[in-house]
Nanobody, 114 residues
Framework: VQLQASGGGLVQAGGSLRLSCAISGSTLSIIPIGWYRQAPGKQRELVAGISSGGSTNYADSVKGRFTISRDNGKNTVYLQMNSLNSEDTAVYYC?????????WGKGTLVTVSS
């Protein structure tokens, strides 16, 4: 199973970005996916997750601003990020779990300028 995150970049505060996590080597519909982020000097934290059944959960800091979704036909999970602020600056990673094993994609950098 391989995960590939993309879509990061530089955006002004208040702007939006959409991250994508493309999954290969397995069927997305059976894999729960989480988006994590790690800011400089901080621990990696869960931002949003989506189960194989489509249930979602969010960190309090992003509720109402971020939306996680999945397109099983494209084997891709998205993270729509709106109203970005400087505290959202981080490297974002996607993670999948299948049969007790976890898989991480390489991160994509999001930089929010004030």
């Amino acid at each position: 199973v391989q995960l590939q995150a993309s879509g990061g970049g530089l955006v002004q505060a208040g702007g939006s970005l959409r991250l994508s996590c493309a999954i290969s080597g397995s069927t997305l519909s059976i894999i729960p996916i989480g988006w994590y982020r790690q800011a400089p000097g901080k621990q990696r934290e869960l931002v949003a997750g989506i189960s194989s059944g489509g249930s979602t959960n969010y960190a309090d800091s992003v509720k109402g601003r971020f939306t996680i979704s999945r397109d099983n036909g494209k084997n891709t999970v998205y993270l729509q990020m709106n109203s970005l602020n400087s505290e959202d600056t981080a490297v974002y990673y996607c993670r999948g779990v299948q049969y007790g094993m976890e898989y991480w994609g390489k991160g994509t950098l999001v930089t929010v300028s004030s």
